[in-house]
């Protein structure tokens, strides 16, 4: 037991997904502050990217994230388009500076992306961003929306770590918690 442990970590501290974190955002944090950040960036800036895709086909009942539940994939498709248009912005505020080292995908649920979203995707980064070849590429995974397809489309991503989230595997607390997940699954 690490007493220094518990009184640094006993206390509410912000959703440690998210950098920065959501109590860093507030009015003040405007476009132009955001791009002149950008703009402050070096040439040989290391640059890790976040993309958020905030759907999932199913709600867990302890889920803290920024998602919306949906079963069609309109809305994904109708976000996607907002995505690419903020791809572009940052790219063009960095105009060529930088070397992308990390690229995370998160959500909600990254795996609903169709295969052709999730290669449409991979190749505007590209095509905008100058990608390490050692990038660390990661994905959270909701296993029930996975098949061969998708896990080639990660591949073909270049995914090098996934995150599975696991939080019981008792049938009983998966029903409860809405989170029907099987040992196989996972
Ligand atoms: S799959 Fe993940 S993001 Fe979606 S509701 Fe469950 S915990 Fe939340």
Redesign the pocket.
Known sequence: MRPDLIDRYSAPVPHYTSYPTAPHFHAGITPQVYASWLADLKEDATISLYLHIPY?D???WF?G?H?KHTLRYEPVVQYLEALRAEIDWVADQLDGRGVVTAIHLN???PTMLSVVDMARLKARLSARFTISSTAEISIEI?PNDLGEDRFDAMAAFGLTRASV?VQDFDPKVQQTIN?LQSFEQT
Do not use: I, V
Request: net charge positive; glycine share 24%.
């Open positions: 999932c199913r709600l867990c889920c994230c998602t959500g909600g649920s909701d989230g989170r």
